[in-house]
C-alpha cells in the first residue's frame, strides 16, 4: 500500500462550481499536511499547510485533515479557470521528509 | 527575488552520455532536494541534503550521483544516461527538513 494515494483524475468542472480534492494517507503518526499547486509546465508551489485535524481557510481554498480516516481534502470555492492546474497533497513523515500523492489535474472551464 | 533556479531547462542527451543539472537558491534554506517527476508516478526523490556538507539517498537514487557544493548550490549528475532517465528534474529547497518547499520551474531531460 502506498504511503499517499490520489486519485489522478482529471477532474473537469464548470467555473463557479466547489471542487474537492482528496488524499488517504496509511500511517495514523503523520501529522503535518500540505498541498501544492503545480500549473502545466511549471513547478509545485505550496498552497496551503496545516498540523492538526480540522479545517484550515485561505480566501477561497479550505483545507481539511480528518486523522480518524486518515483522509485530507481541499476544497475550493468559487473555482475560476486560473484554477486549472495539478493539485498535489504532501505528508511529511515521522523523519522529516515530504511524501507526494500522485497529483490530481482539475480543468475549471469557462 | 529568484528563489530556485535551475538550469538548464530543457536538454536531449545520447544515452551513455554524462550531464550535471544545477540548482541554486537564494532564501538561505538549509536542506535541498532532487525529484523527478513521471506521468502516474508523481514526485519521486532521487537524492537530499539536509543541511550543507551532508547528502543523503531517496527513494530512486540509481543512475545519480549529487553534490552540496555550498548552502545554496545542490547540482544533479547523470553519469551515464539512460532512456529510463528522461523525466522532468525538479529541484527543491526547504528553511528546514519537513517545512514546506520551494521549487524550481524544472529541467526537461531526454534520453534517445
Known amino acids: 500500500q502506498k504511503e499517499v494515494e490520489q486519485d489522478p483524475g482529471p477532474l473537469s468542472v464548470p467555473e463557479g462550481a466547489i471542487v474537492s480534492l482528496n488524499c488517504t494517507y496509511s500511517n495514523s503518526a503523520f501529522q503535518y499536511f500540505m498541498w501544492y499547486r503545480q500549473y502545466s509546465r511549471k513547478g509545485p508551489e505550496l498552497l496551503m499547510y496545516t498540523y492538526s485535524s480540522g479545517n484550515k481557510e485561505d480566501g477561497r481554498f479550505t483545507a481539511q485533515v480528518d486523522k480518524s480516516s486518515k483522509y485530507i481534502s481541499l476544497f475550493i470555492r468559487d473555482s475560476q479557470p486560473s484554477d486549472s492546474a495539478t493539485y498535489l497533497c504532501?505528508?511529511?513523515?515521522?523523519?522529516?521528509?515530504?511524501?507526494f500523492g500522485q497529483g490530481t489535474t482539475l480543468q475549471v472551464k469557462p | 527575488n529568484a528563489g530556485v533556479t535551475q538550469t538548464p531547462k530543457f536538454q536531449v542527451l545520447k544515452t551513455g552520455q554524462s550531464m550535471t543539472l544545477q540548482c541554486a537558491q537564494d532564501?538561505?534554506?538549509?536542506?535541498m532536494y532532487w525529484y523527478r517527476q513521471d506521468p502516474g508516478m508523481g514526485l519521486r526523490l532521487i537524492y537530499y541534503s539536509a543541511s550543507e556538507g551532508t547528502t543523503d539517498k531517496g527513494e530512486v537514487p540509481n543512475g545519480y550521483n549529487v553534490s552540496r557544493l555550498n548552502k545554496r548550490e545542490f547540482s544533479l549528475r547523470l553519469e551515464s544516461a539512460a532512456p529510463s532517465q528522461t523525466s522532468v528534474y525538479f529541484c527543491?529547497?526547504?528553511?528546514?527538513?519537513?517545512?514546506?518547499?520551494?521549487f524550481g520551474s524544472g529541467t526537461r531531460l531526454t534520453v534517445v
Open positions: 504532501a505528508i511529511r513523515i515521522n523523519t522529516g521528509k515530504l511524501i
Open positions: 527543491a529547497s526547504s528553511a528546514n527538513r519537513g517545512d514546506g518547499y520551494t
Open positions: 532564501m538561505n534554506h538549509n536542506s
